[in-house]
């Protein structure tokens, strides 16, 4: 059983398309909550998780003016701690006025390249306001890379 390893970095967003869900004037249209939306999100990694311009889709449950919660995925390129490869990561989250909160698992049998094998997990807090964002993220490659 390969030993997991945790690695830390931060990630920016850029390009947040956000489009409204639904026929405007009927029940749980666009103006009103609950209401849904779809997200396609840009994000560059740097710290352990190098990736940039990542390509994420989000579906977006409002509940109220800023609450809520959402589920996505997000295709990543680039390496993890060096290994190059890609991989497609789970996210589900929940947001308020202050912020969102986000947990997050690596899809299974998603991984190319050195990254073959990847399962893992983590996840971040985001703050209202931040420029950037802090990730934790714990995983571990099924099989060896010597």
């Given amino acids: 059983m390969p030993t997991p390893v945790e690695t830390r970095g931060r990630f920016t967003f850029a390009d947040w398309e956000e489009t409204p869900v639904g026929v405007p004037g009927a029940p749980g249209a666009p103006d009103t909550t609950p209401r849904l939306a779809h997200a396609h999100v840009a994000n560059t990694f740097t710290g352990g998780v190098e990736a940039a311009g990542t390509?994420?889709?989000?579906?977006?449950?409002?509940?109220?003016?800023?609450?809520?919660?959402?589920?996505?995925?997000?295709?990543?390129?680039?390496?993890v701690d060096g290994r190059k490869g890609s991989f497609v990561l789970a996210e589900r989250g929940t947001f308020d006025a202050g912020g969102t909160?986000?947990?997050?698992?690596?899809?299974?049998?998603?991984?190319?390249g050195d990254l073959l094998g990847l399962t893992g997990s983590g996840g971040f807090t985001?703050?209202?306001?931040?420029?950037?964002?802090?990730?934790a993220?714990?995983?571990?490659?099924?099989?060896?890379?010597a």
């Avoid at 997050?104 to 991984?111: L, N, P, Q």
């Fill in 55 to 79: 390509s994420c889709d989000y579906t977006i449950a409002y509940t109220g003016e800023n609450t809520g919660s959402y589920s996505g995925m997000e295709l990543l390129s680039g390496s």
């Fill in 101 to 112: 909160v986000c947990r997050f698992e690596v899809v299974a049998g998603s991984g190319t």
């Fill in 126 to 135: 985001y703050r209202h306001g931040d420029t950037s964002v802090e990730y």
């Fill in 137 to 145: 993220f714990t995983y571990a490659l099924a099989r060896s890379l």
